[in-house]
């Protein structure tokens, strides 16, 4: 859910072009397993207190998203 809000944000600033974010949404969840996440008040304190590591709050929740759930992170950041 967060890499969804992330990419509309981009999108609607300009940084990316071409892309639509809701046709990737609605493909995605009709043809994969993956599954939903919507980002909880308490992962969203919990990114808040992560050490500084990161200057990406969307990379922070979804640090503290992985924490919570016992997930494994994979990222080029």
Same mark, same amino acid.
């Given at each position: +859910?967060? *890499?969804?809000?992330? /990419?509309? =944000? =981009?999108?609607?600033?300009?940084? *990316? $072009?071409?892309?639509? *974010? &809701? ?5 995605? !969840? !009709? @043809?994969?397993? %993956?599954?939903?996440?919507?980002? @909880? %008040?308490?992962? +969203? ?7 500084? #590591? #990161?200057? /990406?709050?969307? /990379?922070?929740?979804?640090?503290? &998203?992985? =924490?919570? #759930? !016992? +997930? @494994?992170? %994979? $990222?080029? /950041?």
């Amino acid at each position: +859910m967060i *890499v969804f809000w992330e /990419d509309a =944000l =981009l999108i609607k600033s300009g940084w *990316v $072009t071409g892309f639509h *974010v &809701q046709n990737w949404n609605e493909k995605l !969840q !009709q @043809t994969s397993g %993956i599954r939903f996440l919507p980002p @909880t %008040i308490s992962e +969203m304190l919990r990114s808040a207190a992560l050490p500084p #590591h #990161h200057k /990406d709050p969307f /990379d922070l929740l979804l640090i503290a &998203q992985a =924490l919570t #759930h !016992q +997930m @494994t992170l %994979i $990222t080029k /950041d």
